[in-house]
């Protein structure tokens, strides 16, 4: 099911307000909002890619290798959900998987 108009613009501004949470290196804080604006709109591989990085930062490696897998597989071009799955990888010790996303 598609995410109505207002849920894809709640989603939007939450975003908004996770992006500022992670810049101010409010990881947590940031997590929670990416969660919010994901259950408003899941098709957007942007959301889980963002909360993937989250993740990275707070060392919660396995939570953010299955973001970003869930973002590469909204869209196989969003290029940063395959550099966040090796990063995740990477600290995960798989390096094979890691070098196949490298490329």
């Known amino acids: 099911m598609s995410a109505s108009e207002e849920d894809v613009q709640k989603a939007d501004e939450l975003k908004g307000r996770a992006n500022k949470f992670f810049n101010e290196k409010q990881y947590q804080e940031a997590i929670e909002l990416y ?6 709109n899941s098709a957007s591989p942007i959301y889980y ?5 989250a993740y990275l930062r707070t060392e ?3 939570w953010a290798l299955e973001d ?11 290029l940063k959900g395959y550099y966040r799955r090796a990063t995740a990888n990477m600290a995960l010790g798989k390096y094979k998987a890691a070098l196949t996303d490298y490329e």
């Open 35 to 40: 969660s919010e604006a994901i259950k408003l």
């Open 49 to 53: 890619g963002n909360r993937s990085i």
């Open 60 to 62: 919660s490696y396995g």
């Open 68 to 78: 970003a897998s869930k973002a590469i597989s909204l869209d196989a071009a969003y």
